[in-house]
């Protein structure tokens, strides 16, 4: 029995480096018909490679905002300078809360925030976190909050991705990487928010569905909040307008209210409050276009500033001179 | 618990050196450790059926208790049909009372009357028809006094429900399983290196052939209507390489995970691709079940002796009923059928004993002859399978009549290259292996290490790069 336990092992490790070679080797140079599960998508879609490497230049600013793609593309920086604020879009397609994590993990020091604008999609808290694990370890350098995050996801995909980003970053490629600011319908925006061109829904009925929340999800945002809270960062939840459809759709939405009314925070869900058209204001049927997305941020500021959300951040300001 | 799971890369490892280090000192401990991880790896999935198990366990256990000090014929067929109604009581309640509620619903609307019976909220407990068989053997050979009735509980419950082949077998015949609980197992490391290996090629034909062929034919066949009859066909074919490399890949897990704890399982598949007729195709096919078949229904009915009308009878009975085992579907018997009509000219023509032996033997390549014959009897199979992994036979109609269009010579809707690569190479290594055991059962031994260590590495690497990111069940666990 001890032979078989040691050749076995001797096995696995000789087959374990094998494999990390035959990822880079296929990863590098094979057809896209044998990388089925490896995704290294850099520079792939929403600018995330852009936003990452600007948020390492940025520092000291009022606000955060945090969440999916409705954050980087609902938040606008540009709207809330006018108003006076300076601020940071860290958000990324389907971006769950062990994502936020890392994200947190790795910028929150150096950003120093204020505020955290926390964009809660509650589609968020039901996904594996596979898609925006991807995105992420194939825009930033990778270190062991990348491998904790993946092994966290528990998928053959990340893994592989994982094992070709690593590979990437130490032979400079991500370095020398250079993403357009302009592709196809997007444009980067400095602060980390992607303008689309503009476009209109048309607007369809959705099936109806239950929201099944995951633990791991659940956990990890409550840890996010945590990590804020002893930063002395105030979090403000907010949930973005969709199209009514969709937003109708999710048959326990109650039940994920309930949820964010209990982490004793201010939370804001403008599907209930904001009047939007599904056609004129969405560019899809969960996503604002341009239009929208100045309706939406001045009713957000005139809501912050109605519940005196930004005379905290000045006194922050005045007790940090 | 799922062979293809991380549960199962946890649990194996833990209760093989526990079996080995632990609970090794006496037979007692040992079988009583395999009942107990059995149970442990039944109840993961639903610990309710559990007591299905142990029930059964004990009726059969009892009556073969009862059957060996019974000498009245009449009082020992009526213990046989005691196990028979409970066993398959339990089997038809739970795998079929549906089937003839809908059926008997059906009939009565065909002539126009409608009834009101709602169909029962009945859930499959996995393995029922394995287990159930497995014990029925057990009472049918003390029956027929070609086996001793056991007095070791423990022994007869660890033959029950051993965990490696409890849920989709192969069948064990209890005269081959159950006297190897009898004896006290001592590890023997060529045997377990030999289990690794077969595991390793199982989990290829699972988790690479099976799961990438199954995501081709769930989109060519979800909606036959709309695609080209190349994508159906292809799916159809594809299809035939999923359940082989599925079924027979569970089947290699189970009997490479028995060898690892000493324990020998039949064979249940050999090779049946390469098949020269029906009949040799159902020599190589789920040998435990056909075997089964064979001993218990089939030769009681007469078998092959008498005259033509009870050839023909006998053959569409074992067919249609080994179609019924399979599941509660009209597409189940009709595959049952038309592998009988395929079977019968040869059983008339007294031709369904001519390829006993291994296809062109001792040869790299097969003959023309042996290739024209193969790939004929391949081509009645995958028209076979049509009904077998249809939902319905309007679904069959449907894909039948949309691959024979036009539009068979069109590029397929999906791309198959990789698949097709994947089979390419699968089908060339089981081909140079199918004088043995399994496909890799000798492949490389006398190569040096580093090599064979890279060819067992390459099967890795294929299962890493091309499996599902999420754990896909078995198909024959819905049996």
């Known amino acids: 029995m001890k032979k078989l336990l040691l050749k076995t092992g001797l096995f696995l490790g000789a087959s374990s480096l094998i494999y990390i070679v035959s990822v880079i080797i296929i990863g590098e140079f094979a057809p896209s018909m044998f990388k089925k599960n490896i995704s290294y998508k850099i520079g792939a879609y929403g600018h995330l490679n852009t936003r990452l490497k600007e948020a390492k230049n940025t520092s000291n600013i009022d606000i955060l905002f945090l969440g999916s793609s409705h954050s ?83 998928n053959i995909k990340v893994y592989n991705t994982l094992i070709l980003s690593i590979y990437k970053n130490y032979t400079g490629y991500y370095d020398s990487f250079k993403e357009p600011k302009i592709k196809a319908e997007d444009t980067y925006i400095n602060g980390g928010f992607v303008e689309k061109e503009i476009q209109f829904n048309s607007p369809s009925i959705k099936q109806s569905k239950q929201l099944t929340i995951s633990p791991i999800q659940l956990k990890a945002f409550q840890r996010n909040l945590e990590k804020l809270k002893q930063q002395h960062v105030d979090v403000i939840l907010v949930q973005a307008p969709i199209n009514k459809n969709t937003y109708q759709s999710w048959e326990n939405i109650e039940e994920f209210t309930e949820i964010m009314n209990s982490q004793k925070l201010p939370y804001y869900d403008f599907n209930k409050t904001i009047k939007l058209d599904d056609s004129l204001h969405f560019s899809d049927h969960h996503h604002l276009n341009q239009v929208g997305v100045k309706l939406f941020n001045k009713d957000l500021i005139s809501t912050l500033n109605r519940d005196n959300h930004f005379d905290q951040m000045l006194a922050k300001d005045s007790d940090t001179e | 618990m799922l062979f293809n799971s991380i549960d199962f890369v946890i649990f194996l490892p833990i209760v093989l050196l526990l079996y080995w280090y632990v609970t090794n000192s006496s037979l007692k401990l040992q079988n009583l450790f395999v009942t107990a991880s059995s149970y442990l790896f039944y109840g993961w999935w639903d610990y309710r059926f559990l007591s299905l198990i142990f029930f059964s366990s004990v009726v059969d256990f009892l009556i073969g208790r009862k059957l060996s000090n019974e000498a009245n014929t009449n009082k020992r067929k009526l213990l046989l049909w005691l196990s028979l109604i409970i066993n398959l009581g339990l089997l038809g309640y739970f795998k079929y009372s549906n089937f003839f509620i809908d059926s008997f619903v059906d009939a009565f609307l065909f002539f126009g009357k409608r009834i009101d019976v709602q169909s029962l909220n009945i859930i499959l407990p996995v393995g029922i028809s394995f287990y159930t068989f497995q014990t029925l053997s057990y009472t049918i050979d003390v029956y027929k006094k070609e086996l ?332």
């Open chain 1, 72 to 154: 980087y593309r609902g938040f606008d920086p540009r709207i809330f300078k006018e108003h006076g604020f300076t601020s940071f879009n860290l958000g990324s397609s389907s971006q769950s809360h062990l994502q936020t994590e890392l994200l947190l993990d790795r910028h929150l020091q150096k950003l120093n925030p204020k505020t955290v604008i926390y964009e809660v999609y509650p589609n968020v808290f039901t996904v594996d976190g596979v898609e925006s694990t991807l995105d992420i370890i194939s825009n930033e350098p990778n270190d062991l909050g990348s491998v904790l995050m993946a092994l966290e996801t528990f």
């Open chain 2, 148 to 479: 001793k009735p056991t007095k070791d509980f423990i022994s007869f419950t660890a033959f029950v429900s051993f965990f490696p082949q409890l849920v989709a077998g192969p069948i064990e015949r209890a005269s081959n399983l159950l006297p190897q609980f009898y004896k006290k197992r001592t590890f023997d490391y060529n045997k377990a290196v030999d289990g690794l290996r077969q595991i390793l090629w199982g989990l290829f034909k699972k988790m690479v052939v099976a799961d990438l062929c199954a995501e081709y034919v769930n989109k060519a066949f979800e909606d036959p209507s709309q695609e080209k009859g190349s994508t159906l066909l292809l799916g159809a074919i594809f299809f035939a390489f999923q359940i082989y490399g599925d079924f027979s890949g569970y089947s290699d897990i189970a009997i490479g995970t028995s060898r690892l704890f000493g324990f020998n399982l039949n064979r249940n598949f050999a090779f049946p691709y390469f098949s020269r007729d029906i009949a040799e195709f159902w020599r190589r096919w789920h040998i435990s079940l056909s075997t089964w078949f064979r001993d218990y229904l089939y030769i009681p009915l007469g078998g092959s002796k008498g005259n033509l009308w009870l050839k023909i009878r006998n053959t569409f009975i074992i067919f249609i009923v080994s179609g019924f085992w399979h599941g509660a579907n009209w597409t189940f018997i009709i595959w049952g059928a038309l592998n009988a009509l395929f079977f019968l000219p040869l059983l008339l023509r007294k031709k369904n004993r001519r390829n006993l032996d291994n296809p062109s033997q001792g040869k790299i390549l097969p003959s023309f002859a042996d290739f024209l014959k193969i790939a004929s009897t391949f081509a009645l199979t995958v028209f076979a399978w049509i009904f077998f992994r249809a939902e319905n036979l309007t679904h069959a109609w449907k894909i039948i009549i949309g691959i024979f269009n036009s539009s068979l010579l069109g590029r397929p809707k999906y791309h198959p290259t990789l698949i097709l690569l994947i089979i390419f190479i699968f089908v060339l290594i089981e081909w140079l292996g199918r004088e043995n055991e399994y496909a890799i059962e000798k492949t490389g031994h006398s190569w040096p290490r580093p090599i064979r260590w890279a060819f067992y590495s390459f099967i890795c690497c294929s299962i890493g790069l091309f499996m599902q990111t999420n754990e896909t069940p078995f198909v024959y666990f819905q049996f």
